[in-house]
């Protein structure tokens, strides 16, 4: 069993930058990690996805150029740089899972096999 943990979340003014992390508790070097966000009233929405080596990395268009994952597998964690922040930004953020790690990694939540309790992100304009 996984089990991940976000930490990073916060409230900052539009323009400004935090940086998720995603802690996992077992070996997720060869797991397929995601990123999700879900606003409050919408769906739940990909956002960014990393393969297990760290050499494939996809993005949701709207956040093109503003953030970057990354992962760290000596140290278990996933990263979300989040950069240039928008108020459209705000929502409660998820990493998850994926632990085929084959091909692409997934971008919709169903594929996911194991998810975090979510950290808040509150951008202000």
């Known amino acids: 069993q996984v089990q991940l943990v976000e930490s990073g979340g916060g409230s900052v003014q539009a323009g400004g930058s935090l940086r998720l992390s995603c802690a996992a508790s077992?070996?997720?070097?060869?797991?397929?990690m995601g990123w999700f966000r879900q606003a409050l009233g919408k769906e739940r929405e990909f956002v960014a996805a990393?393969?297990?080596?760290?050499?494939?990395?996809y993005y949701v268009d709207s956040v093109k150029g503003r953030f970057t994952i990354s992962r760290d597998n000596a140290k278990n964690t996933v990263y979300l740089q989040m950069n240039s922040l928008k108020p459209e930004d705000t929502a409660v953020y998820y990493c998850?899972?994926?632990?085929?790690?084959?091909?692409?990694?997934?971008?919709?939540?169903?594929?996911?096999?194991?998810w975090g309790q979510g950290t808040q992100v509150t951008v202000s304009s």
């Open positions: 990393i393969s297990r080596n760290g050499g494939g990395k």
């Open positions: 998850a899972a994926e632990r085929s790690g084959f091909g692409p990694p997934p971008q919709r939540a169903h594929e996911y096999d194991y």
């Open positions: 077992g070996r997720t070097f060869s797991y397929a």
